[in-house]
């Protein structure tokens, strides 16, 4: 759409250059000149508000997907953090079973009553290991999902990108007439060359009533 306004205001300014006075009065010379410069000026204003409204879309799109980062980040440094807590316990727990076996073996020869505590000891011990290792998977399997998470957060902002690029595709397939005094939909869409029910469908009209000033997508 803005390609096309660009379009416009070149050929308004070309139209302005080269009318004729030759063919019509001063007066009428001027009024044309004034209804061609405030056309120029009202598609100038068009093409500044469509930049304006994309970039801030954009910005919108940027800061959602900053924040989203930021959250992740975070939730993954929190995950990291406490891992790595738990990595510490684990490793202190196998230096102080480390200590008590060496212990227990000293005492084997003299005490060997207490071997079955010690094998009760190390059933625990092994238990703890596994539970310990199944808290690790499934700090791992957060991990993967706040990963696929991020990989999501891309394809969406792909996704917005294309759209953006759909839209923008779209809105050239049409051009912006404003109303003018003693317009009907049959003389706008004879001049340019188009039906009327292809105009009332553009803009989603029910009947034919059009009014002065109002802007209307005409199908190229």
Known sequence: MKTTKFFSIAILAISLSACSPMKSSPKEEKHQLELTLHELQTNLDDLRHDINCFHT????????????????????????????????????????????????????????????????????????????????????????????RLEDIAKVKTTLEDIVKTIKSNSSNYVIYKVRAKDSLEKIAKINNVTVDSIKHLNDL????????????IPK
């Open 57 to 148: 879309e954009m910005q919108i799109v940027d800061g959602k997907v900053k924040h989203q980062e930021d959250a992740t980040q975070n939730l993954k440094q929190q995950h990291l953090e406490k891992l790595q807590l738990k990595i510490e316990n684990l490793t202190k727990l196998f230096s102080e079973m480390e200590n008590k076996i060496s212990l227990f073996e000293t005492k084997s020869h003299s005490l060997n009553s207490n071997f079955s505590t010690l094998s009760n000891h190390a059933n625990e011990t092994t238990l703890a290991l596994t539970q310990h290792k199944d808290k690790i998977n499934e700090l791992e399997k957060i991990i993967l999902k706040q990963n696929s």
């Open 206 to 217: 029910d009947n034919d009533l059009i009014v002065v000033g109002q802007k209307l997508k």
